[in-house]
């Protein structure tokens, strides 16, 4: 599987901004379908936005115009710009990849995953 390790989090104020970013192992761009996902300590892993292997990408409602993935395919990397943070963002973030999918927000079709990074904000 290819390995992804994630950065950038870290503690922002209400209405801040952070940009993660997701380093692959390997090329991705047109091989994987790509996802950031955040997870709360009891709650279940959310996915909050997909990218397929064609570009397409798929928002969860809550982070429509204020989240954005995007993709450098020279650095094997995906990023994910979060503005007008609140602190209901506070959460782990982790990116996801794997080939094929269907349904790219859900969790358990994912087999490759980072080691998460925190973002607070307060």
């Known amino acids: 599987h290819v390995q992804l390790v994630e950065s950038g989090g870290g503690s922002v104020q209400d209405g801040g901004s952070l940009k993660l970013s997701c380093v692959a192992s390997e090329k991705i761009a047109g091989s994987y379908c790509l996802a950031w996902f955040r997870q709360v300590p009891g709650k279940e892993r959310e996915g909050v936005v997909g990218?397929?292997?064609?570009?397409?990408?798929t928002y969860a409602d809550f982070a429509k115009g204020r989240f954005t993935v995007s993709l450098d395919n020279a650095k094997n990397t995906v990023y994910l710009q979060m503005n007008s943070l609140k602190p209901g963002d506070t959460a782990i973030y982790y990116c996801a990849a794997d080939r094929a999918l269907t349904w790219l927000l859900e969790a358990d079709a994912y087999h490759s995953w980072g080691q998460g990074t925190q973002v607070t904000v307060s």
């Open positions: 990218l397929d292997d064609d570009g397409s990408t």
